[in-house]
Nanobody, 113 residues
Framework: VQLQASGGGLVHSGGSLRLSCTVS????????IGWYRQAPGKRREQVAT???????NYAASVKGRFTISRGSANKEAYLQMNSLKPEDTAVYYC????????WGQGTQVTVSS
């Protein structure tokens, strides 16, 4: 089982990015999916989750700016990030929320001021 996040990059403050996450070796079926991030020197934090039925939750710091979604094949998850801020700079990861899989490499997001 492998998680692969992609879509990160360098953007200016106020810009947008769309992150993608693909799981190989299984599907996300019947599992809540989460996007997480870890900034240098900080602990990994959960930024958004989406349940099996599509219910979403967001950290206060990203609410209104980020949108999480999941693919119809249940092998993909996405994070649309708008109005990016320098404090959003981090490595972003995806994983199941209640039954963690081995963490993938993540994708670097850097927001310049």
């Amino acid at each position: 089982v492998q998680l692969q996040a992609s879509g990160g990059g360098l953007v200016h403050s106020g810009g947008s990015l769309r992150l993608s996450c693909t799981v190989s070796g299984r599907t996300f079926t019947a599992n809540t999916i989460g996007w997480y991030r870890q900034a240098p020197g900080k602990r990994r934090e959960q930024v958004a989750t989406i349940g099996v039925g599509g219910t979403t939750n967001y950290a206060a710091s990203v609410k209104g700016r980020f949108t999480i979604s999941r693919g119809s094949a249940n092998k993909e998850a996405y994070l649309q990030m708008n109005s990016l801020k320098p404090e959003d700079t981090a490595v972003y990861y995806c994983n199941q929320v209640f039954s963690l899989l081995p963490w993938g490499q993540g994708t670097q997001v850097t927001v310049s001021s």
